[in-house]
């Protein structure tokens, strides 16, 4: 990896989106919307879930993330996402590995959008005989 410059890379899960950047550093940290990760995703679960392409790359790395839209779920997973990219952009090799592990796939599920004569997206309105 580059030792004076960055590496970008966007994360993205339903509505939520992330653009992390990476730098190595002798110390691990990972800033959240100014803010310690561990202190944004308050679940530790989501937690796991951002930080686990870290434990893959095996690199101390200084991360910082901005992420906007969704719910925290969607956002520690759009995080997730960003940085397996950033780590893959920086180093060819862990490819295989990160993509084994699922890092590297966008999640394409989204809400459905709500169509005309329904309630939602397909639930429809209560049916009375009379």
Avoid: C
């Amino acid at each position: 990896m580059a030792s004076t410059k960055y590496i970008e890379a966007v994360g993205r899960r339903k509505t939520a989106s992330a653009r992390v950047r990476i730098v190595p550093a002798a110390k691990q940290s990972v800033i959240v919307n100014g803010k310690q990760a561990d202190a944004y995703f308050a679940v530790p679960e989501l937690v796991h879930v951002a930080l686990s392409p870290l434990k893959v790359a095996g690199e101390q790395l200084a991360v910082t993330v901005v992420v906007r839209g969704g719910g925290i779920s969607a956002q520690a997973a759009a995080v997730r996402h960003g940085i397996a990219r950033a780590i893959e952009e920086g180093n060819k090799e862990l490819r295989s590995e990160l993509k084994k592990s699922g890092f590297l796939k966008r999640d394409p599920r989204a809400k459905e959008r709500r169509k005309p004569g329904l309630k939602k997206a397909r639930k429809s309105p209560q049916w009375s005989k009379r």
